[in-house]
């Protein structure tokens, strides 16, 4: 919006949320490490909305992260206003969907279009402490799609976004969320890394080449099976490699890792743990298809507890609407 729009009274920010599907370089021998591959979700996601009040009240879901992330936008771009802040709705914190990220950058968002400011979604992810390994989250929230980022050089700015590709929208998702676990974050996931020995050059490179030279051109084709074929075996030597910081397993939810074995045997492809988890995915060739997967696996005594979803890849950024003095929505 220019300056000479109509005052907004309100704002709503709708972020998705992401599946983390693995890095490729966590070496960092060419001055880079990580490189994070990530995929939005339309039916999973972070919904804020922001108005200007006479004092500051926060409120709804993880309210307090979002208060800290108000305060600091307040500082960043040194305003007096007070407002009245609602989460609507947020993904499980560490849960490996990107609810920080989600938050942090709704949240600048809200307030820089609440004050007609143009967004700076790098910047205002920095200031947030965003973005540390991954720049997924910062490029999602713009593209949506699947993303891959360049990694993180010395400078400590957001890592860059260098492929950006749409996702078959016909093709199911399955995300398998366990209630009962977190993953590692904070100064627990800062430890882990630390804990384990160094990533091989070899392994890197092989990681490197199985996305260029699969990942993505089957996600080009829309063939599911070459995708499916790269994200698992991605998956499956990041998860050998992740083992010994998550209990010797490749996944830290036991329930999780049984219902991505059945959705294997009844056809899925490219099976794996968001981030840290404990969320795990699947992906499926039609929707109907995840449908039926979902209802065996919630069947089976082995996946008690788990919170199974069938998703759609979303292929577009974060939804920013306001409402004007005089009650007209914009987009």
């Known amino acids: 919006m220019s300056r000479s729009a109509p005052i907004v009274d309100s704002v709503t920010v709708s972020v998705p949320a992401r599946l983390h599907l693995g890095f490729m ?44 992330y108000l305060e600091n936008m307040r500082r960043l771009l040194d305003l007096q206003a007070n407002y009245h802040l609602i989460v609507e709705e947020a993904v499980p914190a560490h849960a490996g969907l990107g609810s920080g990220t989600q938050l942090a950058l709704a949240v600048a968002a809200g307030v820089r279009r609440l004050h007609d400011l143009p967004l700076n979604v790098p910047r205002d992810a920095m200031h947030l402490g965003r973005g540390v390994r991954s720049g997924t989250g910062i490029g999602l929230f713009t593209r949506g799609g699947l993303v891959i980022d360049g990694g993180r050089s010395a400078d400590d700015l957001p890592p860059p976004i260098i492929c950006h590709m749409p996702v078959p929208e016909s093709w199911g998702v ?61 998956q499956m030597r990041l998860g050998d490699y992740y083992a010994p910081v998550q209990g010797g397993r490749r996944f830290i939810s036991s329930e999780v890792a049984a219902a991505l074995e059945i959705a294997e045997r009844e056809g899925a492809a490219g099976i794996g743990q968001s981030s840290w988890g404990p969320t795990g995915f699947a992906f499926v060739s039609s929707h109907e298809k995840a449908s039926r997967i979902a209802a065996i696996a919630h069947e089976h005594p082995d996946c008690r507890g788990l919170d199974i979803r069938v998703c759609t890849a979303l292929n577009r950024g974060a939804e920013i609407k306001t409402r004007t003095v005089a009650g007209a929505d914009h987009a």
């Open 25 to 68: 370089d966590l070496h960092g021998g060419l001055g880079r490490r990580f490189g994070g591959i990530g995929l939005a979700l339309k039916e999973l996601g972070t919904t804020i909305s922001i108005k200007s009040t006479p004092h500051t009240q926060v409120e709804g879901p993880d309210h307090e992260r979002a208060r800290g």
């Open 174 to 234: 399955l995300v398998l969320l366990d209630p009962a676990r977190q993953g590692l974050h904070g100064p627990d996931e800062v430890a882990a890394f630390a804990a384990l020995a160094p990533f091989a050059a070899e392994e890197a490179a092989r990681l490197c080449r199985l996305v260029l030279m699969k990942l993505l051109p089957s996600l080009a084709e829309r063939n599911l099976a070459g995708f499916g074929e790269a994200v698992k075996e991605l």
